[in-house]
């Protein structure tokens, strides 16, 4: 890999992560294109992806640092309360918000534990499940835009409302869907604003992306030597990745405040029927 092909790829992570675009179809379709994938070894493609992730994790902290710093504060100070016998003072918003991040995240950990194999293989990298995916996401946002009713702020978030985020969480583990994609869709149907959506999507990427990102680097150590870069162009990826995830994060969040989410949606049907159409033509294989 070039060091160019390694800012592309880094300033591919940074906005595709954020944006409800899918950072895996992009990332693959770029990794394709420049004949990085190697079909007989997935493997060595997704330890390249899982380093450069912990780039746009680490813009998240950064962007959010004042929050994360209340949330965790709050959390553990309750914690504490209730074992030292005070459990009959309510919780905080910001002591609330650590425990619906934790509650949202269970079932993207449950399910993306189940069915690991399958989402590190090959399936992965198939250009018609992302085609589709990136298709069908479009309509359920789509959806949740016409059907929300965009009235309710993160203090108004409830338990069920962050159990309903965390399952649309979940389907992010489909290829071509989008983490924040999902999220922010079922933060719509929810009745979120579309901000707001945002923001409890960043928050809940937190623990996920932190837990899925480090147990993949953990487990992909032995892959990263085979991976398509070497570790010069693997840390400039990253660095990029990050820079560039956190003026897509501050880009996102002043977006909504004053548009739909329709730009994405359109974006996403696009780019799902051109790569049916790369791949019939042969332009591309799968």
């Known amino acids: 890999m070039e060091i160019l092909q390694a800012i592309i790829l880094g300033i591919i992570q940074g906005l595709t992560e954020f944006l409800p675009i899918s950072s895996t179809a992009h990332l693959t379709i770029a990794g394709k294109i420049m004949g990085m994938i190697d079909p007989l070894n997935p493997e060595h493609w997704t330890a390249f992806i899982a380093v450069i992730q912990l780039g746009t994790l680490i ?14 504060i709050a ?11 005070n459990a009959s003072q309510t919780f905080s918003n910001d002591a609330k918000m650590g425990w619906l991040i934790i509650i949202g995240t269970v079932p993207v950990g449950l399910i993306g534990i189940a069915f690991k194999k399958i989402i590190e293989g090959t399936l992965t990298k198939n250009l018609y499940v992302i085609a589709g995916s990136m298709i069908v996401l479009a309509i359920l946002l789509f959806v949740a835009e016409v059907i929300g009713k965009r009235k309710r702020e993160l203090e108004q978030i409830t338990v069920w409302d962050s159990l309903i985020i965390g399952f649309a969480e979940a389907l992010a583990l489909i290829p071509g869907s989008s983490r924040s994609g999902t999220t922010i869709t079922g933060g719509l149907f929810v009745g979120l604003t579309r901000e707001t959506a945002a923001k409890f999507s960043f928050l809940l990427s937190l623990p996920a992306v932190l837990a899925s990102g480090l147990l993949e680097l953990k487990e992909s150590v032995k892959e990263i030597p085979h991976a398509p870069t070497d570790t010069v162009q693997l840390i400039i990826a990253t660095v990029v990745s990050g820079i560039v995830g956190y003026i897509s994060i501050w880009f996102l969040l002043n977006y909504l405040k004053k548009h739909s989410t329709g730009i994405f949606i359109i974006y996403r049907v696009v780019i799902g029927v051109l790569i049916l159409i790369l791949l019939s033509t042969q332009v591309i294989t799968n």
């Open 75 to 85: 959390f553990f100070s309750d914690v504490w309360r209730r074992i030292s016998g």
């Open 59 to 72: 813009a998240v902290f950064a962007y959010f640092i004042k929050d994360v710093y209340k949330i965790i």
